[in-house]
């Protein structure tokens, strides 16, 4: 995302707000937590203060730029958002997050709110998983 993307979006182009969207788009991780990008700008040279990063996402999430999620329940992570919608497993032993589509579990989420007489109009789905044993 260019700077005047970030002005579009209602928000000042501002030194923070630039490493931290530079960061997001960079990272081979996907789900960052503000104190992941915390830690990534410090190994960067940056020094952007914790509440600083804290303060750069909400505005981001306030905006539409990234999506927050509470995996685990009291431990947000971060994620730009994606023009392409797609659903989360979240392995139970490692934290890992599993990106995943699958038009069948679509299709049914919407015949079931059909049924009840509603039209989906958005969802969130995790699956919570762990290895076979």
Not at 74 to 90: C, G, K, P, T
């Amino acid at each position: 995302m260019e700077q005047r993307d970030l002005r579009k979006l209602g928000l000042k182009v501002t030194l923070p707000r630039v490493k931290i969207l530079e960061l997001l788009e960079s990272s081979t991780e996907r789900h960052l937590s503000a104190e992941d990008v915390y830690k990534m700008l410090l190994e960067g040279g940056e020094e952007i203060g914790l509440a600083t990063v804290y303060r750069v996402l909400t505005q981001f999430e306030t905006a539409g730029l990234v999506e927050r999620h509470n995996f685990d329940g009291n431990h947000a992570v971060f994620e730009l958002v994606q023009d392409e919608h797609h659903d989360h497993m979240v392995c139970l032993d490692s934290g890992k997050v599993i990106e995943f589509h699958n038009e069948d579990i679509e299709r049914i989420q919407h015949e079931i709110a059909e049924k009840y007489g509603y039209e989906l109009v958005d969802h969130n789905l995790v699956l919570y998983v762990k290895p076979k044993s």
